[in-house]
């Protein structure tokens, strides 16, 4: 079993920052790609950003540029840093990590970009 902690979430200011951490736990070892996705209130939920467990990473285009994300292997950790938020950026943010063909889920953490 893995336990996957989400944090970092607040309220900030549209242009404001933020850097949401991932921590995973448990059965950890050959952990495979980590993703954020999120979720705003009434939409589906949709990928942000992935961190393959090899260091690849990507963003999709709508954050492009002002999203980043990283992971430290040594901590079983996945990082996204936001910057330049707007209020479309609103919304629970959850992490998705892969292991041995099964699926894990955050329990979340809450994003709010205030105009």
């Known amino acids: 079993q893995v336990q996957l902690v989400e944090s970092g979430g607040g309220l900030v200011q549209a242009g404001g920052s933020l850097r949401l951490s991932c921590a995973a736990s448990g059965s950890v070892f050959g952990l495979g790609a980590m993703h954020w996705f999120r979720q705003g209130l009434g939409n589906q939920r949709e990928l942000v950003a992935t961190?393959?467990?090899?260091?690849?990473?990507s963003v999709v285009d709508s954050v492009k540029g002002r999203f980043t994300i990283w992971r430290d292997n040594a901590k079983n950790t996945v990082y996204l840093q936001m910057n330049s938020l707007k209020s479309e950026d609103t919304g629970t943010y959850f992490c998705?990590?892969?292991?041995?063909?099964?699926?894990?889920w955050g329990q979340g953490t809450q994003v709010t970009v205030s105009s």
């Open positions: 998705l990590a892969f292991l041995s063909g099964r699926s894990y």
């Open positions: 961190a393959t467990s090899g260091g690849g990473t």
